[in-house]
């Protein structure tokens, strides 16, 4: 029994061998992996006292002196932040 076990699998191992395909393509087929590299675009995010409104003075034709100065210290504020704005624009962001 054990011998009749041993020809049937030496003769199926042998069979077919011939016929047998390789499962990798051929050498001229074969892809070669190249290296791409992908930009990312990071945005620098803007602190939000930034992005505050400042308050628009206001009041009666009596009180024009200091609404006007009022409303000239809202400008240099605001000038003020869209100076730090501008110096945060354009820096790069490490990821």
């Known amino acids: 029994m054990r011998l ?7 003769f199926l191992s042998a069979c ?12 001229d087929k074969i892809v070669t992996p190249t290296v791409v590299t992908v930009e990312r ?9 930034l992005t505050k409104p400042e ?8 009180q024009c002196f200091d609404v006007a100065a009022q ?7 605001a000038n003020s ?3 730090q704005i501008g110096e945060i624009q ?3 962001l490490e990821p």
């Open 4 to 10: 009749l076990l041993l020809i049937v699998a030496l």
């Open 16 to 27: 077919g061998k011939d016929n047998v395909k390789p499962d990798l393509p051929g050498a």
């Open 41 to 49: 675009i990071v945005y620098v995010k803007v602190p939000v006292e």
């Open 55 to 62: 308050p628009m003075a206001e009041g009666p034709i009596a």
């Open 71 to 77: 409303r000239r210290a809202a400008l240099t504020r």
């Open 81 to 83: 932040k869209l100076k």
């Open 90 to 92: 354009g820096t790069r």
